[in-house]
């Protein structure tokens, strides 16, 4: 589904759950797209869980461009898929969040009627900076707010982000970096995606029930 923005049109994928509960819409990081580990293993499970998922692919990505567009203009875009899906989906409940830069988007933008974040390899700070901290950001959510974070994410790891984050569930992903999928040949693709989807489906029902 196409999405016009003032930075051109950005699309939304959408995998509908036959008796929806809930909405997740999920936007991407700035090294990928919506077709990321994470997203994907969401996208492919969370229907069967009564959860509609909704990913959001930035103007930028739309175009084939490589580089992200600047902050305003990703929370300029992301508004408009707000309300997008809040036409399209009306009164379900809706949980936003995002992967790595998608994740401090719906940080930033997080209002009401949303009820809570979703941030999936939340950038802490860049790599070998960690005095450049973003923690304002997932402090600043006026709501719920679920970290999935590597154990080895050199954009802070799990116990960076837990430090950081006082008050947040933060769920570790034993030996994942930013990816969150595997990166060795022992790595079981399936307990991955499991280790993101397993919590993120228990944060979004719990939020979905109150």
Do not use: N
């Given at each position: 589904?196409?999405?016009?923005?003032?930075?051109?049109?950005?699309?939304?994928?959408?995998?509908?759950?036959?008796?929806?509960?809930?909405?997740?819409?999920?936007?991407?990081?700035?090294?990928?797209?919506?077709?990321?580990?994470?997203?994907?293993?969401?996208?492919?499970a969370l229907?069967?869980?009564?959860?509609?998922?909704?990913?959001?692919?930035?103007?930028?990505?739309?175009?084939?461009?490589?580089?992200?567009?600047?902050?305003?203009?990703?929370?300029?875009?992301?508004?408009?898929?707000?309300?997008?899906?809040?036409?399209?989906?009306?009164?379900?409940?809706?949980?936003?969040?995002?992967?790595?830069?998608?994740?401090?988007?719906?940080?930033?933008?997080?209002?009401?009627?949303?009820?809570?974040?979703?941030?999936?390899?939340?950038?802490?700070?860049?790599?070998?900076?960690?005095?450049?901290?973003?923690?304002?950001?997932?402090?600043?959510?006026?709501?719920?707010?679920?970290?999935?974070?590597?154990?080895?994410?050199?954009?802070?790891?799990?116990?960076?982000?837990?430090?950081?984050?006082?008050?947040?569930?933060?769920?570790?992903?034993?030996?994942?970096?930013?990816?969150?999928?595997?990166?060795r040949r022992?790595?079981?693709?399936?307990?991955?995606?499991?280790?993101?989807?397993?919590?993120?489906?228990?944060?979004?029902?719990?939020?979905?029930?109150?």
């Open positions: 589904m196409q999405v016009d923005t003032p930075a051109g049109p950005g699309r939304l994928v959408v995998d509908a759950a036959a008796d929806p509960i809930a909405l997740l819409l999920l936007g991407h990081g700035a090294g990928g797209g919506v077709e990321a580990f994470d997203l994907a293993a969401l996208a492919a229907p069967a869980e009564g959860i509609s998922v909704a990913r959001f692919e930035q103007p930028w990505r739309t175009a084939g461009r490589r580089v992200a567009g600047p902050p305003k203009s990703l929370d300029a875009a992301w508004q408009i898929a707000l309300e997008v899906v809040g036409e399209r989906f009306g009164p379900l409940p809706l949980v936003v969040g995002g992967r790595s830069a998608g994740a401090r988007v719906a940080c930033r933008c997080f209002t009401p009627p949303a009820l809570g974040v979703v941030a999936l390899a939340f950038p802490l700070h860049p790599p070998g900076r960690p005095e450049k901290s973003r923690s304002d950001e997932l402090g600043a959510v006026a709501g719920p707010v679920l970290v999935i974070q590597g154990e080895r994410d050199t954009f802070g790891t799990y116990a960076e982000v837990r430090a950081a984050a006082p008050g947040r569930q933060v769920v570790e992903v034993p030996g994942a970096t930013h990816g969150l999928g595997p990166t022992s790595d079981d693709p399936a307990l991955r995606a499991q280790q993101v989807v397993a919590p993120v489906a228990a944060f979004v029902r719990d939020l979905a029930r109150h």
